[in-house]
């Protein structure tokens, strides 16, 4: 990996906290809460990491989850992402958890957000790692189950930042969730969806305008509507775009054929996440250089895309613009 990647100052505004559920803690969770795992060994849970599509993945995601039983492990879970993303380079991440997966088989809201937010807020008392935490609605579950779930984080407010709209996208569309998201903006929830990954085009308007979310979590489908391109591109709506997840779930065949850089010089604001990189093969880092390595993405591309991230992020001014000098300056030293 070039010295141009680890060293280059990074945000991620597209990440599920069960999604860094590396097999190694699966085990050591399952061990702590005596829970028996289908599998022998950590590599026979990693050889399980084939999928053809995004149910496939789902499948195995909502199982391996099921060690996550006390807010210890979700302080546990956090803080080993965090620490990676430390070493990483990365300044400020923007994460989503599912509290639906946790409910329904009895852990308590309060659990999961304590652990969490812990250590978020360790993260930025170490490191100056700076976070934000956005709360994500199971699209195959009902949009009655999601006005609970809206009802039981109330307590919780100061902790959660935004609210998302993840898992299945097809048989899903984001107009099954048109009142609980108008519900969340009332309460001054900030509203992104995942649209456009395995759903059409269409989902990503739709998400726009009868959601109406500021950002779009993947998008990437926007690459076969011409007229979307162009209103993504004029208004500088964000895309968070997740490659290596992409690849693995079958989104695209090969990574010569990923459409972040037809979109990147198109103007529109995508941006370089690791969705859930424990399953995908990568973290921030690993998708940059997957990027350069599989689509010839330049030194230049990538300092764009990074930029593209402080952009879409939720920071206050003052502290994007901090961000976006230390990535300025990281690219004149190696760009001049």
Known sequence: MSSFIRELPKVELHLHIEGTLEPEMVFYLAKRNGITLDYADESALR???????????????????????????????????????????????????????????????????????????????????????????????????????????????????????????????????????????QQGYRLVAHAGEEGPASYIRDALDILKVERIDHGVAAIHDAPLMARLAQERIPLTVCPLSNLVLKVVDDMSEHPMLALLHAGVCVTVNADDPAYFGGYMNANYQALQEGLGASDADLLQLALNSVEACWLPESEKATLVERIRAHGQQYLA
């Open 47 to 185: 050889a399980a990491y084939q999928f053809n599509d995004l149910q496939s993945f789902l499948n195995i995601y909502y199982q391996g989850m099921q060690v996550l039983q006390t807010e210890q492990d979700f302080f546990d879970l956090t803080w080993a992402y965090l620490a990676r993303s430390h070493q990483e380079n990365v300044r400020h991440v923007e994460i989503f958890f599912d509290p639906q997966a946790h409910t329904e088989r009895g852990v308590a809201f309060a659990d999961v957000v304590n652990g969490i937010s812990g250590a978020l807020a360790k993260a930025k008392q170490e490191w100056g790692l700076t976070s934000y935490l956005i709360m994500s609605f199971l699209r195959h579950l009902s949009q009655e189950a999601a006005f609970e779930t809206l009802q039981q984080a109330k307590p919780f407010k100061s902790f959660i930042t935004g609210v998302g709209l993840d898992s299945a996208e097809r048989g899903n569309p984001p107009t099954k969730f048109t009142q609980v998201f108008a519900v969340a903006a």
